[in-house]
Every structure is written in C-alpha cells, then in structure tokens.
C-alpha cells in the first residue's frame, strides 16, 4: 500500500495477474456477475468487468454490485460453484443473518434471510423494512462469503495487451502516469 500511495498507482494493480498461478498474497481479479437490485433481489447479467478482491478469497469467487441500501457501493462475494441443497443445517448456520443467496425452482434469487414455512419444503424470505416472500420452494442457496469495496476497476485482459501483443498500462487514474 505504501509504494502505491508514493507511486499514485492503486496497490490493488501490483502483482495483479488473471494467471492460475499469480502470487498468493496479490488481488486476486472476481468477476462480477450481477447486482442486487430492489428488495434484494439479485439479477444476473455479463459485465466483463472484474473487482479486486482479497488475497484470503478462495478461487472461484464472483461478485454481486450492490445497487440499492446501505451497503450500496459494496460488492458481495460468493463461490459461483458452491451451491448448496436446503438443509436444518443452512437454517441453524444463518442465524439471524442474511447468510445466504437464495435461488427459487422459479428462477429467481434473493439475498434474504431463511425462514421455515409450517409446510413442508416451503419456506419465507425476509429482509428488514422489506416486503416479505412467503411459501417458495427453494433451488439451491450459496453462501455469502464477504463484502469487497472496490478501490478501482481491474484491468480486462484486453485492456492488459495493445494491438501489438505487448502489455498495456493499466489505466492509474492520473493523467500522464505514475510521477517521482
């Protein structure tokens, strides 16, 4: 952070790398897939464009852009991959929190906190000071796994090579480039 802030460079570009095998400590680029809209409800949509997110995140991480609220700006972080079938299990885990993205058997989903329905496989979804969702038959559910701010946008791969082949600079958010 320090040779950033002398460099003018956000540090988030240094050892920045779309490689498997980047440095471990480094940025590590998530996709992001989407955005909470809403009444927390996630819509999905190709971006191309990637955040920086921590060194701790495990692979296969993307993100969500929070649009509306008071975490509006945050990005939420989960595994793509790591869906998980509703279970007591997932119910005990939440607690009181919005643990989980919820996806709905009728292609929605939610960030919203879980609640059993006295029927059997229904369940309610509610957030505070939203409308509550009640009777919903769930698909899958993912664990949220943090909350990134993003400093400043990565570099696409494009962006990383000119027409030549050869890296680019990435874009620094000062004119002209770093400065001595």
Same mark, same amino acid.
């Given at each position: 952070?320090?040779?950033?802030?002398?460099?003018?460079?956000?540090?988030?570009?240094?050892?920045?790398?779309?490689?498997?095998?980047?440095?471990?400590?480094?940025?590590?680029?998530?996709?992001?897939?989407?955005?909470?809209?809403?009444?927390?409800?996630?819509?999905?949509?190709?971006?191309?464009?990637?955040?920086?997110?921590?060194?701790?995140?495990?692979?296969?991480?993307?993100?969500?852009?929070?649009?509306?609220?008071?975490?509006?700006?945050?990005?939420?972080?989960?595994?793509?991959?790591?869906?998980?079938?509703?279970? #007591?299990?997932? !119910? /005990? *885990?939440?607690?009181?929190?919005?643990?989980?993205?919820?996806?709905?058997? =009728? %292609?929605?989903?939610?960030?919203?906190?879980?609640?059993?329905?006295?029927?059997?496989?229904?369940?309610?979804?509610?957030?505070?000071?939203?409308?509550?969702?009640?009777?919903?038959?769930?698909?899958?559910?993912?664990?949220?796994? #943090?909350?990134? !701010? /993003? *400093?400043?946008?990565?570099?696409?791969?494009?962006?990383?090579?000119?027409? =030549? %082949?050869?890296?680019?600079?990435?874009?620094?958010?000062?004119?002209?480039?770093?400065?001595?």
């Amino acid at each position: 952070m320090d040779i950033g802030r002398i460099l003018r460079v956000p540090y988030e570009l240094f050892c920045f790398s779309y490689a498997s095998d980047a440095h471990a400590w480094a940025a590590k680029a998530v996709p992001v897939v989407g955005e909470i809209t809403t009444n927390d409800e996630v819509k999905f949509a190709e971006t191309g464009c990637c955040v920086a997110g921590g060194a701790h995140l495990p692979q296969g991480c993307v993100a969500l852009h929070i649009k509306i609220g008071k975490m509006r700006g945050l990005y939420l972080i989960y595994q793509e991959a790591a869906q998980l079938a509703m279970s #007591g299990e997932i !119910l /005990a *885990r939440q607690g009181n929190r919005e643990l989980f993205l919820v996806h709905l058997v =009728n %292609g929605t989903t939610w960030w919203k906190h879980i609640a059993p329905s006295p029927a059997t496989d229904l369940y309610h979804l509610h957030s505070q000071y939203l409308d509550m969702i009640n009777d919903v038959r769930i698909a899958w559910v993912s664990e949220i796994l #943090g909350f990134e !701010l /993003a *400093r400043c946008p990565l570099p696409t791969p494009a962006q990383l090579k000119d027409e =030549n %082949g050869f890296p680019s600079k990435p874009p620094t958010g000062i004119e002209g480039g770093a400065r001595q």
